[in-house]
């Protein structure tokens, strides 16, 4: 944080953003480490967020600020729990790397544990899990067409180069041979099924990435963490939410979630809601499913082969592999059509 020039950053909204107040500006930030960081910014009554890549060295074309802000401006109009977007900036004198600024939300982020604002009721687990699909299904309902978002990707052969795109990457990172891999990966390339029409993809929907209403766990107010959206099938985006929404008998995967105390909906209801409102046909979700389990273990095997080489200098990453490995074993169950 100490290498920003937040005074060359409250000038720059000075100019940008009309009647801030005179108030001193205040700093806090949210998030650090490898993925972009966020801070919250505080003038009198005012609050906002700003985003920004990580300091030092970044890949070419990752944490894209100016693709982030330019779908929050297209999204949030349709979709309100989006944040609105203030303002970009990639003015290298205001700060080293681009960054925006976005509304604050207010609300509650939900993790593993439940926010003592919430009573620890059965009651409190269905309403989160109901405020979890209805949210996904309001998402997908946005017509693309009339919205004119087609701009926000290509939707025509959408799946097959995810698929095929998730396989390069686990195999450019892969250290050793997981069992049964190359089984799961021709199975999820013999077996593409033809997608439903195409809609928004958050491509990283989760109870996490949301914020519930402080008060009233039934009403979500955000969804962030719009960096990886696009256009295309909807299904791979209730894959993804359902391979999050862990059960009591999961094995260790490394990914922690609340939905495992009382209350919470199982998979398979979280699959059924889905349907019934989105009117959509889920048969083929057991491939969804399975994809979602590969394409995690993918993410998180790239995180572990850049462990293993030494680029990253954290020991939380030492034990990824059992956890890489029981992903793809839980890629295995969805595809045998156990986990429904």
Known sequence: MEQINWNKVRE?????????????????????????????????????????????EIPPKAHDMEREYRILAKINPVFPLAPQ??????????????????????????DDVLPTNYEKTEETGKSISNAVVSTLVQL?????????LIVL???????????????KRYNASKIHDLSGIKEIEKWLLDHIPTSPKSTIVHNDFKLNNMMLDGNDPS????VFDWELSTVGDPLTDLGSAVSYWADELDKYTGLT?????????????????????????VSEINYYLTYAFYKISSILQQIYYRWKKGELDDDRFSNLDQGIQNLMDMAHRAKNNQLL
């Open 12 to 56: 720059y909204l000075n100019i940008q953003i009309a009647n801030l107040p005179k108030a001193p500006m205040q700093v806090k930030k949210f998030s650090e480490g490898y993925s972009n960081l966020t801070f919250l910014l505080k003038i009198g009554e005012w609050e906002a967020v700003l985003r920004r890549p990580p300091f030092g």
């Open 85 to 110: 977007p203030y303002v970009y900036c990639d003015d290298s004198s205001v700060m080293e790397k681009h960054f925006y600024v976005m509304e604050k939300k207010k609300g509650i982020v939900i």
């Open 140 to 148: 997908h309902s946005v017509d693309i067409e009339k919205e004119d």
């Open 153 to 167: 990707g290509k939707p025509e052969g959408y799946l097959e180069r995810q698929v095929h795109g998730w396989i």
């Open 219 to 222: 009403k979500a107010v955000a």
């Open 257 to 281: 979630s609340i939905t495992t105390n009382p209350g919470f909906i199982t998979r398979r209801e979280f699959v059924e809601q889905y349907a019934l409102q989105s009117g959509r046909d």
